[in-house]
C-alpha cells in the first residue's frame, strides 16, 4: 500500500453560462454521453445537438429524441436541446451558429462552444478557468490550431473544431446576421473551416490561442503524448479514430481520486513510471541520452506522414525525444470498480499477447 498526494475534490463547477454546440446523429448520442458526461454531468452546462433525421431502418437502435433526453437527464445532464436537421453533416456544423444564436439566453449565456461528439475534456473547471480570462462582453474567437504546422501551413490560423472553439455571445451576434451566408458558402473544407471563413469574412474578431487544448493530428501511437510529464491537457480528439484509447476508460479512476489525477504523472525509485489511468513504463535511454533530455520532454512516437515537415511539431510539442524502441509498457486496459476500490490493471503485450499484469488498486 503506498500513500500519495492528490488534489483535492470539489463539487463541479457551475457553467451555466457556456452552451455547447454538437452536430452529430442520434445514433451516437449514447456513446457520445460516455464521453459527456465525465466533463459535464452536474454542471448545468446547456447543451444543443443538431442530428440528422431520424432513420429507423438504417439505425434500429437510435433511440428517439424523446429517450436521449431522457438517457442525458439521469447521467446528470438535464439542459439538452435537440434539433433535427435534413442537412449533411458539415451544414449542420455551420447551422449550429444560427441554432445556438436562437438559444441563448438573455443575461445567462455567456458563451458558446461548436465541439465534435468525441472531443474529451478531462476537467471543466479548468476550461471555464481559461474562458475566464476574457471579457464575455467583447467578441472573442478563442481556440487552437493542429499541432502539425503543415497543417497551419496549408489551412491557415484558425480554431480548430475536435480541440473545442469558443465564442463569445457578441460575435455569435454578428455571425448570426450572416447565417445564410455562412451556411451557404461552400469552400470544400471542414465545418470549421467554414466556421472560421464565416469569422473572418463578416467580423474583425481573430483567434485567441488557448494551449491545453489538442486536436491530436497525430496517426496511430499517441503514447508519448500521453505519457509526457506535463501538465494534464484541457482536451483531446480523435482518440475513437486515428488512435484509440478511450478517454471515459482511462479517466474511471477519477471517481477516487478526483479528475485532477488523471494522467497525473508517478516516478518511482526504480526508474519505472505511471500516467495514472494510461501507462506504466520504463524507458531504456542510456545516460548520454538521458543527459541531452529534459524531464518534460515528450516522446516522439507518433507514424511520420507524407505531410511531416522538419518543423511540424516545433511550435506545439517540442521538446521531443526519440522513440524509444527498448521501452518496457503497460497499458491500462479494463477497469474494475469493488466496493469503494477502482482497480486498474495495466497489461504487457507483444504481438497481441499478453506478457505481464500490474494492477492498481486506488481506495
Same mark, same amino acid.
Request: proline share 5%; hydrophobic share 40%; with cysteine.
Given at each position: 500500500t503506498v500513500q500519495v498526494n492528490v488534489a483535492k475534490q470539489g463539487s463541479q463547477p457551475d457553467a451555466s453560462h457556456l452552451t455547447i454546440g454538437v452536430a452529430t446523429s442520434?445514433?451516437?448520442?449514447?456513446?457520445?454521453?460516455?464521453?459527456?458526461?465525465?466533463?459535464?454531468?452536474?454542471?448545468?452546462?446547456?447543451?444543443?445537438?443538431?442530428?440528422?433525421?431520424?432513420?429507423?431502418?438504417?439505425?434500429?437502435?437510435?433511440p428517439s429524441i424523446a429517450e436521449a433526453k431522457d438517457m442525458y437527464a439521469k447521467a446528470g445532464i438535464p439542459n439538452l436541446t435537440l434539433v433535427e436537421s435534413a442537412k449533411d453533416f458539415l451544414e449542420r456544423y455551420v447551422e449550429l451558429i444560427g441554432v445556438l444564436h436562437d438559444h441563448v439566453e438573455p443575461n445567462k449565456t455567456k458563451w458558446v462552444s461548436f465541439i465534435d461528439d468525441d472531443t474529451f475534456f478531462f476537467r471543466m473547471e479548468t476550461l471555464l478557468a481559461r474562458l475566464e480570462k476574457y471579457d464575455p462582453d467583447r467578441s472573442f474567437y478563442v481556440g487552437q490550431t493542429s499541432e502539425n504546422k503543415w497543417n497551419v501551413d496549408d489551412g491557415g490560423i484558425f480554431?480548430?473544431?475536435?480541440?473545442?472553439?469558443?465564442?463569445?455571445?457578441?460575435?455569435?451576434?454578428?455571425?448570426?446576421?450572416?447565417?445564410?451566408?455562412?451556411?451557404? %458558402?461552400?469552400?470544400?473544407g471542414a465545418g470549421?473551416?467554414?466556421?472560421?471563413?464565416?469569422?473572418? #469574412?463578416?467580423?474583425?474578431?481573430?483567434? &485567441?490561442?488557448e494551449y491545453g487544448l489538442y486536436q491530436l493530428d497525430l496517426h496511430i501511437d499517441v503514447t508519448g503524448f500521453y505519457e509526457a510529464v506535463r501538465p494534464?491537457?484541457?482536451?483531446?480528439?480523435?482518440?475513437? #479514430?486515428?488512435?484509440?484509447?478511450?478517454?471515459?476508460?482511462?479517466?474511471?479512476?477519477?471517481?477516487?481520486?478526483g479528475q485532477a489525477c488523471v494522467l497525473q504523472h508517478f516516478k518511482f525509485r526504480d526508474g519505472w513510471q505511471m500516467t495514472n489511468g494510461f &501507462?506504466?513504463?520504463?524507458?531504456? %535511454?542510456?545516460?548520454?541520452?538521458?543527459?541531452?533530455?529534459?524531464?518534460?520532454?515528450?516522446?516522439?512516437?507518433?507514424?511520420?506522414?507524407?505531410w511531416d515537415i522538419p518543423t511540424s511539431w516545433l511550435y506545439s510539442l517540442a521538446p521531443l525525444k526519440?522513440?524509444?524502441?527498448?521501452?518496457?509498457?503497460?497499458?491500462?486496459?479494463?477497469?474494475?470498480?469493488?466496493?469503494?476500490?477502482?482497480?486498474? %490493471? %495495466?497489461v504487457r503485450r507483444r504481438n497481441g499477447a499478453g506478457e505481464g499484469l500490474i494492477r492498481v488498486a486506488w481506495s
Open positions: 442520434l445514433s451516437r448520442l449514447p456513446e457520445a454521453l460516455l464521453n459527456f458526461k465525465h466533463w459535464a454531468a452536474h454542471t448545468n452546462v446547456h447543451f444543443v445537438i443538431i442530428v440528422e433525421l431520424p432513420d429507423r431502418e438504417k439505425h434500429p437502435k437510435e480554431a480548430i473544431g475536435g480541440a473545442g472553439v469558443f465564442m463569445t455571445v457578441p460575435l455569435l451576434r454578428q455571425l448570426a446576421a450572416h447565417r445564410e451566408e455562412c451556411e451557404s %458558402y461552400l469552400p470544400g470549421d473551416v467554414r466556421l472560421a471563413h464565416c469569422i473572418f #469574412t463578416y467580423t474583425t474578431t481573430k483567434v &485567441s490561442l494534464q491537457p484541457i482536451s483531446v480528439h480523435h482518440w475513437k #479514430t486515428w488512435h484509440h484509447h478511450d478517454m471515459p476508460t482511462v479517466s474511471a479512476v477519477s471517481s477516487v481520486c &501507462s506504466i513504463i520504463k524507458y531504456s %535511454y542510456n545516460e548520454t541520452e538521458l543527459a541531452s533530455q529534459i524531464e518534460a520532454a515528450m516522446e516522439h512516437t507518433w507514424k511520420l506522414t507524407i526519440p522513440k524509444d524502441e527498448g521501452k518496457i509498457q503497460y497499458m491500462m486496459e479494463k477497469v474494475d470498480y469493488d466496493q469503494d476500490q477502482v482497480i486498474l %490493471y %495495466y
